[in-house]
Structures are given as C-alpha cells and as structure tokens.
C-alpha cells in the first residue's frame, strides 16, 4: 500500500507564504511526476504545479513566479513553497503522484490541506 502525507497548510495574510510538503511512503518502485492540485470552493479542482522524475517542472499562469515546486527523490517528497500569496489562492491544496509499484503504474492523491488567505 501507498500513502501520501501533506503538511504545511494554514491560515496566511495576504503577500505571506508557505510552504507545502507531501511525502509518499510504501511499497514504492518508482516515482514518476509528483505534482500539486488545488480545488476552491464551487470550483473544480486544477493543476497547480507538476515536477517530472527529469527535474522539469510546469506551473498554472495564475501561479507562475510566485510558487516553487521542488522534490527530493531520496525522501519521496514533493514540496510547493508558494511566495506572494493572494486572497485567490485560497483552496485545499491536493498532493498528486504517478509511481510504479509491483509492476504498474498507479496515480496516488493525498487527502488534502487547507490554504487560507486572508487578513
């Protein structure tokens, strides 16, 4: 079995920033994207951020220059830092993981962590 496990969300004021972490954990063979989704109220979930096994990363236009995705393959972790942050960035944040494990490709979600912005 797999798990995902965030951390980092909270309650920020507007122009402040967090950082978000998501580590997977079980019986992993490999990682392949890790990536970061967020879904506001009355809205459908998007993508925020997505960083291949490579290094290579793309970002949503709402978020680019403010967030920064980063993954450390040795711990399985995946890590958002988000600068600058606006009343819009409000939304729980979901973790996000296509792996391999006994010889096949799963997509994995983590359960989820508030952002609030907000003075």
């Known amino acids: 079995q797999v798990q995902l496990v965030e951390s980092g969300g909270g309650l920020v004021q507007p122009g402040g920033s967090l950082r978000l972490s998501c580590a997977a954990s079980g019986s992993i063979e490999s990682i392949n994207a890790m990536g970061w989704y967020r879904q506001a109220p009355g809205k459908q979930r998007e993508l925020v951020a997505r960083i291949s096994s490579d290094g290579s990363t793309n970002y949503a236009d709402s978020v680019k220059g403010r967030f920064t995705i980063s993954r450390d393959n040795a711990k399985n972790t995946v890590y958002l830092q988000m600068n600058s942050l606006k009343p819009e960035d409000t939304a729980v944040y979901y973790c996000?993981?296509?792996?391999?494990?006994?010889?096949?490709?799963?997509?994995?979600w983590g359960q989820g962590t508030q952002v609030t912005v907000s003075s």
């Open positions: 996000n993981t296509r792996l391999r494990r006994s010889g096949a490709q799963y997509v994995y």
